[in-house]
């Protein structure tokens, strides 16, 4: 069972537009909300990440906002370029003594068209 | 370069026949952990380890085993693969309560 669900599965958007990945949770213990990004052939690679506490980040072109009370947080990508395609992960970690978990989403993939 | 590093990055095998997939880091992490992703499914984890010589089940571990001797290696075996283990593989390793430093990849297929 999914702790993290992630939506949509695929996204299209043409240069110049706006991508927004939703994610969303029930787990109240999680602490931490890292974005991941994996082009083809390639591992997943840290983007972004947000604490519970804050309700937006931003660094350049990419936007974490975070909606503690309905327990979502969302990616959104401005000014969408074609090297922004890749597939995108959120995920959510738990942390206990001497114990460390990271839940991932399914995953979305974006296409970024010239 | 700091680095994870899979071997094979690509392996065909048949159902049965044991095969190891090998991951170093070289970066002094002590935690390391194994994922594999599917698709609709994203990263779900199959083993992990705090530090040398201890190890913790994931949410899939069932058919892996994993051994953590050295703080640098974290080998998944596989001692008799079937077809539903077919999937891309990570090892990914990570300092601290840091962030996930992912390897490249091994893609296996059992038919």
């Known amino acids: 069972q999914q702790q993290v669900k992630q939506s949509p599965q695929s996204l299209i958007v043409q240069k110049g537009g706006i991508s927004i990945i939703n994610c969303a949770y029930e787990n109240t213990a999680f602490d931490y909300f890292p974005w991941y990004q994996q082009f083809p052939g390639k591992g997943p690679a840290l983007l972004i990440a947000?604490?519970?506490?804050?309700s937006e980040k931003k660094e350049g072109r990419f936007t974490i906002s975070f909606n503690k009370s309905a327990k979502q947080f969302s990616l959104h990508i401005m000014d969408s370029q074609p090297g922004d395609s890749a597939t995108y992960f959120c995920?959510?970690?738990?942390?206990?003594?001497?114990?460390?978990?990271?839940?991932f989403g399914a995953g979305t993939t974006v296409t970024v068209r010239a | 370069e700091a680095q994870v590093t899979q071997n094979p990055r690509y392996l065909i095998t048949v159902t049965g026949k044991k095969l190891t997939v090998t991951c170093s880091q070289n970066?002094?992490?002590?935690?390391m952990s194994w994922y594999r992703q599917d698709p609709g499914l994203g990263l779900r984890q199959i083993y992990y380890s705090m530090n040398v010589e201890v190890t913790d089940k994931g949410d899939v571990p069932e058919g892996y085993k994993v051994s953590r001797k050295e703080k640098r290696n974290f080998p998944l075996i596989l001692e008799s693969p079937s077809p539903n283990q077919t999937s891309l593989y990570f090892c990914?390793?990570?300092?601290?309560?840091?962030?996930?430093?992912f390897g490249n990849g091994t893609r296996l297929t059992v038919t």
């Open positions: 947000i604490r519970p506490d804050v």
């Open positions: 995920a959510a970690r738990t942390i206990s003594f001497n114990d460390y978990k990271l839940s």
């Open positions: 990914a390793s990570m300092m601290g309560l840091g962030h996930l430093h």
């Open positions: 970066m002094n992490h002590e935690y």
